[in-house]
């Protein structure tokens, strides 16, 4: 009966250690953390894609987008738009960031949508935040892509 009991307990134990070999060190490696992946597609009404932006960028415009930033925008996108907020650790999903090709080809009309809307974890600011607020932040987003020589706002995109 005692040697049963002890062949039970070490294979018992023999499972256990196989398990924690299989399971237990990927928790301890942060497996058991969600991996970052990218949000999901974000198709916008064509009627937003086609609209262009009503202000034009002069320092006192991208000022008051610096601000917009500043309050709503900056603790998930993170101070230079790269997703790397520190609210970021909070979400299953990285922000895009807004210094890439893929952001920076968006029309400001899309852009305008993305931010009226929102989809969460991002709220929506159409009471939030005013339209030419929303504007504004749309041209202070675009400084993100800015490269040696180029003009202080890269040209609104038009589709």
Same mark, same amino acid.
């Given at each position: ?7 039970? /307990?070490? #294979? ?6 196989? #398990? ?17 992946? $990218? ?46 907020? +520190? ?7 990285? +922000?895009?960031?807004?210094? /890439?090709?893929?952001?920076? #080809? ?9 931010? /009226? ?18 504007? $504004? ?23």
């Amino acid at each position: 009966m005692k040697n049963k009991m002890k062949i039970a /307990t070490i #294979s018992l134990t023999g499972i256990a250690v196989a #398990s924690f070999l299989i399971f237990g060190s990927n928790a301890l490696a942060g497996g058991n953390q969600k991996e970052k992946q $990218s949000s999901k597609p974000w198709p916008c009404p064509e009627r937003y894609v086609k609209m262009v932006n009503p202000i034009k960028p002069d320092e006192g415009i991208l000022a008051a987008g610096k601000e917009v930033w500043e309050n709503n925008c900056k603790s998930c996108h993170g101070r230079t738009g790269k997703g790397d907020g +520190p609210k970021v650790k909070n979400l299953d999903f990285s +922000p895009i960031d807004f210094s /890439t090709d893929e952001y920076q #080809s968006k029309t400001d009309g899309e852009l305008f949508w993305r931010a /009226t809307e929102g989809r969460k974890p991002m709220p929506h600011n159409k009471d939030k935040i005013s339209d030419i607020e929303r504007w $504004s932040v749309i041209l202070y987003t675009r400084t993100f892509a800015k490269k040696a020589g180029e003009p202080e706002v890269p040209n609104q995109k038009e589709k």
